[in-house]
């Protein structure tokens, strides 16, 4: 009697509600030590260090360093917070932010070449070239074999115009390493900065000779063709460039040049167009197919081209004369005289300017305009005071970015300095993105507590187990195959709403919406990266409803994102891996209608390179909603994997139709294959 006492004073009157709401007490009773643990896990500095690393190789990085900014205020004496956090604020072109942590690092400890590194990156950002040598200098101290190290050192010496310095270190690096073929094309750079072609040549074609594979190479030695007017030359040499690195766009456009000056104008048009494909706010390219375009006739186009660099340079005079010649040619009078005028109140002794100018304005009947513009030239030519011969024009003159004479106006442009292009070594940009292949399979379908929108794709994913839970719920959940990345002021909130849950599945009056509350915690600890937290919770979920196949998919998610993170460290995830797969498969057995966890299962199978089962889970995916794009994207790849090419083309095609775009870039990719 009194345990029905007790029942009905909380509500519960079947004998069914009385049962449940019996296992829930016996559940609080059993797991009420687990909640009050995680109401101190924020203490924990080890386990917030690992979900923040887990944030940085999720790209996660204003997130990343919530977690770090937790530790650093309870531990503030470690380095290693500091130092990730150093790491996150780089992703974000936070040099200044991250030189400072890396400085907090350092005082910390020492000893750990990373730090230094690091620091050197974000002072060469920051164009502290002296300084990041010195830091390079140090962390040789400790790993005199880096290659990288002193590959970065030598740059550093480069942009100081320590010449000389550069020089010494280059000796004694290809002393070193004879076969380090980055080693002489930085010494060609040095040499071409001393003006010295000669032996540039001389130390590209060893650097070609032992890496015949580096485009930036054969770009660094079409420069030194360019500058000698060896057009066929460079040209030949940009090829190869191009072949090698295809999204190079300053490369196309100085193939154009050497195409132009072969009188090859349909070649340089397309290089200028691929150019600008590429790199659409490219200054050269647009100002320059603006003059090609101009020269074959195409004037509407041409202005065009010309609006476009205007808005990038509103003071370009140049560009603005070249608008109004084209504006002129298409019966724009009024707007050409508009361009004119600027021109000439900028250069008041712009002769060609005022001749165009008095043209528009007698074809407009402006004849009192017109005669005052004549008459300046008159004066002019009249109080000429120079004479003799007139300099020799070469066949197609070009002029440099920064020269600003209006005469100039109808010469192709080029940038002001060529200099051959050595990246710095940089593991930190590295370490991220040689982790994203360019072939990449698209991630798994997972619930959250937002929806992803997208500009391109109408698709809504809809699942009835998730629509049975949002009935119930205080807060829908939604299924979306990326997380999106949290700014500083959502991660704020998705830590203050897990408070809210805490409360709610610690408090016993509440039991009836506790389980509820298990699951949306377990979301959220998913979107803000901390995939143990949601497991825990998810266990826990299952150890109440064993027959959910929500809880089933989230952790299977979150274990799988865990896996990649630890293979990144080296871990072996075999058997973690066999888990991830078992939740799926158990999942799939309790909603067999689901298509987004035979799509997840079908990444897995794509993860254990068993492809032949990715393409039968892909296909089942599609079976069950025929929309679901991400499944033909993959099965495309999974089928060129496992080499049928042109099947996959047609599933990478039939995503991009469904509103995936990348699926055509990878289509022109293999059919060029």
Known sequence: MKREAFATAHGVTSN??????????LFLTLYFPLFTHKCFAQYNTDRLITIGRSALYYEDYVLSIQYFNQVIAVKPYLYEPWFFRGVAKYYLDDFAGAESDCSHAIERNPYVTNSYELRGLCR?????????????????????????????????YIRSKDYERALGQLDTMVARWPKYADGYSMRAEVYMLQEDTAKAIKALDKSLEIDPYDGNTWAARSIISLSRSEWKESEAFLDKAIHLLPKNGGYYINRALARYNQNNLRGAMADYDTALDLEPNNFLGHYNRGLLRAQVGDDNRGIEDFDFVLKLEPDNMLARFNRGLLRDQTGDLRGAIDDYTKVIDEYPNFWTGLHYRAG????????????QDEFRILKAQMDKRYGGKQPKMKKHPMRKRSDEDME???QLVVADDQEVQNDYKNDYRGRVQNRKVEVAYLPMYELALEPVTSEVKSYVPFDEAVETFNRQSSRPLFVVSATPVLNEKHSK???????????VISDISQLNVAPQALLLRAVTYSSIQNFEAAIDDLSTYLQMDSLSSLALWQRAVCQSKINDFQASEGTNIDMKTANVLLDLSAAIRLSPRNAYLYYNR????????????AIDDY??????????AEAYYNRGLALFDSGKTSEGIADLSKAGELGLYTAYSLIKKYREK
């Open 493 to 503: 909130a998705y830590f203050a709403y897990i408070d809210s849950l805490s409360a």
């Open 124 to 156: 060469i950002r920051l164009q502290k070239y002296e300084t990041a040598a010195a830091d390079y200098t140090v962390a040789l101290k400790y790993d005199p074999e880096n290659q990288g190290l002193w590959h970065n050192r030598v740059l550093c």
């Open 602 to 613: 079908g990444n897995l199978y794509v993860r254990l390179k068993d492809y032949s089962r």
């Open 360 to 371: 528009c304005y007698r074809r407009l009947g402006m004849n009192r305009q017109a005669e």
């Open 16 to 25: 069914y509600d009385c049962l449940r709401f019996l296992s829930c007490v």
């Open 408 to 410: 100039k106006y109808n």
């Open 619 to 628: 296909t089942q995916a599609l079976t069950l909603d025929p929309q679901l």
